[in-house]
């Protein structure tokens, strides 16, 4: 086999046909690395990677060709049939030296994300993955190649027939859905020959253990029936050398019935064992919080699906699947309502999308629409909209608990005060924590309403009431449960004292002056930017020794003791911290002479026992806590926190908000002359220099 490899390697170097070939894979490619990474900043290398896979129907029938063709037409082949040597090394040989060539030219493509490296952040595992989804893919065509070269004699017909092959292959999922667009038996015979869609979800960033054993398999089986192609004809030739090797349709059969059954096999397997998200934003995987939340359901749900089951949207197929692994209770049916076109009237009168879902259980039923699955911004310069982001899990999780849930938490948000309005963001988290957001102006209201399971305060301008303060304090005596932040003022007791009334029920003041941070670790800019320490709660799951805080302008919180009441801190500052006294007048942002010194609690939980039941207060001292601004800045670790404590006081053990996976990847950002540069060693000094090199070892072997 080795001597036949380096034959047949040395072949195509003596030849054009391994010149020509790298070049052309490496102009190609290196025109849309150009197009895409370079010059549009895209920082994955999987849309180059899928956009060239189509050269491969091109340049591998050009590979293949001569491969075996060659050999019947000079009549070399009856040496290789009456040779001792085994036909299966000999194929092996041929095999591994036209794949030699092709893993030289994706070499040079696997170089592209090192270049990009150099100019921002890369997705590593999302272009690797894309990588060798195109690499499988092209051993696959070259083991096509190779059996139909072997078929006949002709190279002219090998390479026609190879590019009918592997265009087949190509299209075939757009043929099958000309054929029946639900799906038939005859469609999922002809799918097994699908190729590109086993691309898919590796070029999305799915490592899919699935689709590289197809591709394993595939080709394991063009080079099995090369093998026995050839074994047909040596066996016309010489009946002596029979042996269990020999042409077989039975052989045949059992080796197709064996790859059809592995792949059976595996595709039954839970897709948390065959799937490996590679993406940086784990788009694909499910958080500890929904993992946890699917595993303890006791009562069963069925998620509908308006779409045929050919036609889903992979990537909710894949989050569907997480979910499906993890419990038995959770049962996914598919609803086309090109056949059941009234199906989804029974759950909602309005417009329904396909692709969208309807959670159902005994208790109730949730329909989540497909246009909330993604979200989405529009360039109104363009009048374009781009997907921003994934929010399947977060919707779904949502759903589930909203169904299995035996009631719905009511919170009320204080109003009157100019307090800090919720952003979408920050809303949409209370959404999928299934509390319902309620307005509430207690100048207006005898007391707390009955069915608070908490209140909001978020960040008052300006002082409530005497009365507001007493109204609250009652609702404490009952066992209320209140979330406050505070705007910066330099003496809080003094300009808020009926706020200070609230504090005053579990023993809590605010430092004066604004809290600066020594520590240049704990902040982020500027000493007034704080990232202060998690500690380690279970209103900081998902946070703590994970994620930062970002919390700006915030201001010390001290305590005094008080009976019944506990206190637990949940972000503090550094020792090096100080709070300074009138900022704005200050000279220095250093440390001075009347500073107190730190660290400081910059948010807090307090809890005071009654007689009956528990009053709470999570107090933080930052109006810009929870703001899109901020949450920005640390990937949703400040709504995570936020959704912590809603879900502590709506009686829900975790939180089930899950924020949506963001799909705008760092931009890549490369300046014009650099550009230019690389694009044109890529597209034009290297491919030009393995032409001349390829004519140069030509023309001397000719003048021999």
Not at 111 to 126: A, C
Not at 465 to 488: E, Q
Not at 521 to 550: H, R, W
Request: glycine content about 6%.
């Amino acid at each position: 086999m080795t001597a036949i490899y380096k034959r047949e390697l040395k072949a195509y170097f003596c030849s054009m046909t391994g010149w020509l070939f790298l070049a052309a894979n490496i102009f190609l490619s290196g025109l849309y690395f150009f197009a895409l990474n370079l010059r549009f900043g895209y920082s994955s290398m999987a849309n180059t990677v899928y956009s060239i896979l189509f050269l491969l129907l091109i340049t591998v029938p050009l590979l293949t060709m001569r491969m075996m063709s060659e050999e019947r037409r000079q009549k070399t082949d009856q040496l290789i049939l009456t040779s001792p040597v085994s036909v299966g090394k000999v194929v092996l040989g041929k095999y591994l030296a036209a794949a030699t060539i092709f893993t030289i030219s994706t070499l040079v493509i696997a170089v592209y994300p090192l270049i990009l490296s150099r100019f921002g952040t890369v997705s590593f595992g999302e272009s690797y993955t894309a990588l060798l989804a195109y690499y499988l893919y092209g051993l696959s065509c070259i083991a096509i190649g190779l059996f139909i070269s072997s078929v006949t004699e002709s190279q002219v017909i090998a390479a026609v027939l190879s590019f009918g092959a592997l265009f087949l292959g190509y299209m075939m999922s757009s043929i099958t859905g000309l054929i029946s667009s639900t799906g038939n038996l005859l469609t999922r015979i002809l799918n097994v020959y699908d190729m590109t869609s086993r691309l898919e979800n590796m070029m999305q960033g799915t490592l899919e253990l699935k689709s590289v054993l197809y591709f394993i398999t595939f080709t394991v089986v063009f080079l099995f029936l090369t093998v026995q192609s050839v074994q047909k004809r040596r066996y016309q030739v010489s009946v002596k050398s029979l042996q269990m090797g020999a042409y077989s349709t039975g052989m045949i059969a059992i080796v197709l019935v064996a790859a059809v059954f592995l792949n059976l096999a595996a595709g039954e397997l839970p897709a948390r064992f065959t799937s490996i998200d590679m993406t940086a934003e784990k788009l694909y995987s499910l958080t500890d919080t929904s993992e946890e939340l699917a595993r303890n359901l006791s009562e069963d749900v069925t998620i509908y699906i308006l779409q045929s089951e050919e036609k889903q949207d992979t990537t909710l197929k894949q989050t569907l699947d997480r979910y499906t692994d993890l419990s038995g209770h959770i049962r996914v049916e598919y609803k086309d309502p090109v056949v059941n076109p009234n199906f989804y009237k029974d759950y909602t009168d309005g417009n329904i999308s396909m692709n969208s879902l309807i959670v159902v259980s005994d208790k109730r039923f949730k329909v989540i629409n497909y246009s909330d699955i993604y979200e989405t911004q529009v360039d109104y310069t363009t009048y374009s909209s781009t997907v921003t982001g994934y929010d399947g899990e977060g919707q779904i999780t949502s759903a589930l608990a909203y169904v299995t849930s035996d009631d719905m938490p009511v919170l009320y948000t204080l109003e009157g005060q100019d307090e800090l309005t919720l952003s979408t963001a920050f809303q949409n988290g209370l959404t999928k924590q299934n509390v319902a957001l309620q307005s509430i102006n207690l100048l207006t209201q005898e007391s707390v309403p009955e069915d608070a399971q908490g209140v909001l305060i978020m960040a008052p301008v300006s002082d409530i009431s005497s009365d507001d303060a007493d109204k609250l304090v009652a609702y404490l005596d009952k066992g209320g449960k209140i979330l406050m932040t505070t705007s910066y003022v330099d003496d809080f007791a003094a300009s808020m004292p009926n706020l200070q009334k609230v504090l005053d029920y579990f023993g809590l003041s605010v430092v004066n002056g604004l809290v600066l941070e020594g520590d240049s670790s704990m902040c982020y800019q500027q000493p007034t930017y704080l990232l202060p320490e998690v500690a380690y709660d279970s209103l900081t799951n998902g946070v703590a020794g994970k994620k930062y805080i970002f919390m700006p302008y915030a201001q010390g919180i001290t305590s005094q003791e008080t009976e019944g009441v506990s206190i637990t801190p949940l972000l503090t500052t550094s020792a090096s911290s100080y709070s300074k006294t009138d900022i704005n007048q200050a000279q220095t942002v250093n440390m001075e002479d009347g500073d107190a010194a730190g660290p400081f609690d910059v948010g807090v939980h307090a809890e005071k026992t009654l007689e009956e039941g528990t009053a709470q207060l999570t107090l933080f001292t930052s109006e810009n806590l929870f703001t899109d601004n901020a949450n920005t800045m640390v990937a949703d670790a400040n709504l995570t926190l936020f959704t912590n404590v809603v879900a502590s006081m709506s009686d829900s053990e975790v939180s089930v908000s899950v924020p949506v996976k963001s799909y705008e990847a760092s931009v890549i950002t490369v300046n014009d002359g650099t550009a230019f540069t690389i694009g044109s060693v890529l597209m034009l000094f290297l491919p030009l220099g393995l032409i001349i090199a390829g004519i140069f070892v030509w023309a001397g072997r000719r003048k021999r």
